[in-house]
């Protein structure tokens, strides 16, 4: 059953993984620096954890920096955190129902992204540590010192790979000791040690070696403070429609009804809140929330068919619980089908894209009109005589493949994306310009971003130092009209 999860994850990305949405490029250009030995905060600047970067030059290790290698990171981890979903499930409900449940959890982690995402990453060192956590405080035995450190580092990990994920994640799992461990101060000062030396271990290296200090703040100035975004969790839209906050009220009236106050209803009771809590939150701090915040759904079923199945009150035979397996499991997976965002799977049998018919991110899906335009870009870049492998182009777009198409090094000490206020600020952005004047790219590909970043002024900058737009083609964006064209500046002598 194992392998079967495994071949489905990782057979469902090499597929279906040909869907092109303009974030995933971060992660594609993150591991390529890496792979080229750059080190994060002092090589390429990001407010971000660096973990999926790190993760990702791994698989390019093992497959080039290619498509590939995208595929199979979101393949092999979503299919590690399957494995554990259904080794942790099956032990208190039916094969069937965990085999269910796991299909539920595909697609509401990676089987809805079906590229690396630093979301995911965070979730992923979540979710390995949180099970080792479950299974041993599920027996109500004293936790052993090893799951107790292994935890902490996973949260740790957590941590640096997304802040808010990783914190509030860190949080959930020191409070679960605190209120059910049979030693809690003890069992919590070993697991919050161990997170804390990991931590620091990290934070010494990055500091070692960068200005890992001014970078890694995330919800702090000079970033976008996000503390604004919890008002929204108030919104009398989203307490109407969304089903997490519809089970935030059900689960207690389900489990006041239940009338069952063993320690065991009351464990169970307190992971389904915390669950929802957490995504709850998340739903509110991070980007593209529909494609993170639903991971609590499998989990919660899981746990609400062993708080009701398990109440001594109700006397179940094997039939009625095994009808409560399938209600609670046929209930979430319809809910589950209405909010799956089946992007990959529509790009993968949609007539409108066609795939790149060479380069690493061959077969990858765009627009014909914006697969014509990348290879007019290639053409464009092959002209220059450069030696491979050195930086002579700065690329400001989300093609950040055309790096390793070409064989060239992304330049150091650069941005990865360039937002304003999220990747790139005001002093950032004026050392950025004052970089320029040395006039060490001979090309710079220059997309404007979502934020309206770089700010309309920069091309006038540019050519002021001399560069001229020599061919400008649509992108992914270009529906929303031509403010996100992505325009060759090559510089003229």
Not at 37 to 59: E, N
Not at 174 to 194: C, D, H, N, T, V
Request: aromatic share 16%.
């Amino acid at each position: 059953m194992l392998a079967l999860i495994s071949l489905c994850s990782v057979g469902y990305m090499l597929i279906f993984g040909v869907f092109a949405f303009r974030d995933y490029s971060i992660i594609f250009d993150g591991g390529l620096r890496i792979w080229h030995g750059q080190i994060p905060y002092r090589d390429f600047f990001l407010p971000l954890g660096p973990m999926v970067f790190y993760l990702q030059a791994f698989f390019d290790l093992l497959a080039g920096p290619n498509i590939r290698a995208m595929q199979l990171h979101a393949g092999v981890i979503n299919a590690i955190v399957l494995c554990l979903f259904f080794l942790y499930a099956r032990r208190n409900i039916p094969t069937w129902i965990a085999l269910v449940l796991t299909g539920v959890l595909h697609f509401c982690y990676y089987g809805a992204t079906v590229n690396p995402w630093y979301n995911h990453t965070a979730l992923f060192f979540y979710f390995i540590g949180q099970v080792a956590l479950w299974n041993a405080l599920d027996d109500d035995e004293f936790v052993p010192v090893s799951c107790l450190i292994f935890s902490g580092v996973c949260a740790a990990l957590a941590v640096f790979s997304k802040q808010d994920i990783g914190g509030l994640a860190a949080v959930f799992m020191g409070s679960q000791l605190l209120f059910f461990g049979r030693r809690p101060l003890k069992e919590s000062m070993i697991y919050a040690g161990s997170g804390l030396l990991t931590a620091g271990i990290l934070v010494a290296y990055f500091q070692m070696h960068g200005d890992f200090g001014y970078w890694f703040n995330y919800g702090q100035p000079p970033h976008n403070i996000r503390e604004d975004r919890l008002a929204g969790l108030l919104d009398k839209d989203v307490l109407k429609h969304d089903v997490r906050w519809n089970m935030l009220l059900a689960v207690p009236l389900i489990f006041l009804c239940l009338q069952d106050y063993r320690k065991s209803a009351w464990w169970r009771f307190f992971k389904i809140l915390g669950l929802i809590g957490m995504s709850i939150v998340i739903g509110q701090t991070s980007g593209q929330p529909e494609w993170t915040v639903y991971f609590f759904l499998p989990w919660g079923a899981l746990f609400l068919i062993e708080l009701i199945s398990d109440n001594p009150r109700l006397e179940l035979n094997s039939s009625a619980r095994r009808a409560i397996c399938l209600l609670v499991g046929w209930i979430v997976f319809i809910y589950g089908t209405s909010i799956f965002p089946f992007h990959a799977v529509k790009a993968y049998f949609s007539r409108a894209l066609t795939p790149l018919p060479s380069g690493v991110y061959a077969r990858m899906r765009y627009k014909p009109e914006v697969a014509d335009g990348i290879e007019k870009i290639r053409k464009e870049l092959r002209l220059h005589p450069g030696a491979p492998g050195t930086s002579w182009f700065l690329n400001m777009s989300e093609y950040s493949f055309i790096y390793a198409d070409l064989n060239v090094q992304p330049p150091r000490q650069t941005h990865l994306w360039y937002h304003t206020h999220v990747t790139l600020f005001d002093k950032d952005y004026a050392a950025f310009k004052e970089r320029l004047r040395r006039k060490e790219f001979d090309y710079i590909l220059l997309q404007e971003m979502a934020s309206g970043t770089p700010p309309p002024e920069f091309r006038g900058y540019l050519e002021s130092l001399g560069y001229r737009p020599v061919l400008i083609v649509p992108t992914p964006k270009s529906e929303r009209g031509s403010l996100y064209d992505l325009s060759v500046y090559k510089r003229q002598l």
